[in-house]
């Protein structure tokens, strides 16, 4: 397949010691056989120099990878995606898990929703986890996006902004965060039911963080992001009380309660991030008017 001088959309992989799965989920996308014109984007996390020479396989192979990147430091999710949006050509930016299978017409549909209706920041594929669909809603409209796979507009991304690299180092949230960003905004949240991706779950930052790591790591980045973000509505939902009855129910009480002392204690950081985030809803507002 040959490499498309002027992408409309571009694919956007983070690898980080997982360079077989990454070559399997580029694989994924390329038999995919998108009608829509893009390009591939792997950012390589500053991955250890045995996984780097194993990507490097996608330099010489003749493939539909514009480029592969090698950073010296791992700048986490946030940091790599914003980094390789930096480096994008496309009008669409289509962040996708490096372990994943997409299916095929999973790009057109993707693109085809974004474009459905306008003030659209961001459409989700349907992630199949274990058999199941890890994003179910009643009504038309997400709260959040699933970072596995997703279609963002240039524009939108340019009047939300990038991910938050440092709160949410090295993963896990991030999408949260910018999700209420966009909602705060004005922007829409949608999924894509013809679009399905199946997520084989933790394979990266389990291998890399441990199981148990991995499951700190987002309880207490979840925490983290309520924090940030939420209002009294928020606070009060269903939801929240039916995480509680969960954690109590998997043993994950104590480790639920521990991320609440510690977003308490960054207590400054989650002020100044929500003072932040209150001027950029401002600027966005009267950008997303113009």
Known sequence: MKIEKNPICSVI??????????????????????????????????????????????????RCVTRVIFLEENLGFSGGANYAIREARG???????????VQEGWLDFLFEKVNSESGIAAVSSNIIENGVEALTSQVKYLKHIHGCSVIIPKKAWEIIGEFDEVTF????????????????????????????????????????????????????????FRFINYNLHDWLSKA???????????????????????????????????????????????LLNK
Do not use: C
């Not at 580029?26 to 950012?43: D, G, L, R, T, Y």
């Not at 009008?91 to 299978?101: A, C, I, K, S």
């Not at 104590?254 to 985030?277: C, E, G, V």
């Open 13 to 62: 992989m983070i690898n980080w010691n997982s360079s077989e799965l990454t070559l399997d989920a580029v694989e994924s996308v390329i038999n995919s056989e998108p009608k829509v014109n893009f390009e591939i984007i792997v950012i390589d996390n500053g991955s250890r120099d045995d996984e780097a020479l194993i990507l490097k396989r996608l330099l010489v192979e003749d």
């Open 91 to 101: 009008d669409y930016y289509v962040l996708v898990n490096t372990d994943v299978e």
């Open 169 to 224: 180092f090295p993963a896990y949230a991030e999408e949260l965060d910018w999700s209420y960003r966009a909602r705060n905004i004005g922007f829409k949240l949608l999924k894509s039911n013809k679009s399905i991706v199946i997520h084989q779950v933790g394979q990266t930052s389990e291998k890399n963080l441990s199981k148990k790591g991995t499951q700190r790591l987002r309880i207490f980045h979840r925490v983290l």
């Open 240 to 286: 929240l009380v039916l995480e509680f009855y969960s954690a109590l129910k998997e043993r994950n009480f104590l480790l639920l309660m521990k991320a609440y002392l510690y977003s308490l204690l960054k207590i400054r950081l989650i002020i100044k991030q929500r003072r932040i985030r209150s001027q950029n809803t401002l600027k966005g507002i009267k």
